[in-house]
C-alpha cells in the first residue's frame, strides 16, 4: 500500500513563505497523478495543486503564489507557498492517484498544520 508522508507545515506570518515535501513510498502501480489538497478549519476538503504527468493545476486562489514540483526519481513532491494570507490556514493533504492494472487508487497522507497568522 502506498504510503504517502508529509512535512514542512508551520506556522508563518501573512507575506511569509513555506514549503511542504511529501514521500511517496511503498509504490505498487504507476502514479499518474500527485499533489496537494486542503482542508481549511469548518470546510471541505478542496484541491490546492497536483501534477497530472507533468502538467500542473492551481487552484485558482494560489496561482501565481504557489509552485509545486515533483520529483520523479525519489518519488517526491513539494509545494513552495509564497505570500502566504491567512485564508491559507488549513491542514495540507498530500494526493496520490495510482494506477494499478484496470483501476485507479486513491492515497492520502496524514496531513500537516499551515497556520498563517495577520
Known amino acids: 500500500q502506498v504510503q504517502l508522508v508529509e512535512s514542512g507545515g508551520g506556522l508563518v506570518q501573512a507575506g511569509g513563505s513555506l514549503r511542504l515535501s511529501c514521500a511517496a513510498s511503498k509504490i505498487t502501480g504507476s502514479i499518474s497523478t500527485i499533489g496537494w489538497y486542503r482542508q481549511p478549519p469548518g470546510q471541505q476538503r478542496e484541491l490546492v495543486a497536483v501534477?497530472?504527468?507533468?502538467?500542473?493545476k492551481y487552484a485558482n486562489s494560489v496561482k501565481d503564489r504557489f509552485i509545486i514540483s515533483k520529483d520523479n526519481t525519489k518519488s517526491t513532491v513539494s509545494l513552495q507557498m509564497n505570500s502566504l494570507k491567512p485564508e491559507d490556514t488549513a491542514v495540507y493533504y498530500c494526493?496520490?492517484?495510482?494506477?494499478?492494472?484496470?483501476?485507479?487508487?486513491?492515497?492520502w497522507g496524514q496531513g500537516t498544520q499551515v497556520t498563517v497568522s495577520s
Open positions: 501534477i497530472n504527468g507533468d502538467t500542473p
Open positions: 494526493y496520490a492517484l495510482v494506477a494499478i492494472s484496470t483501476t485507479h487508487l486513491r492515497y
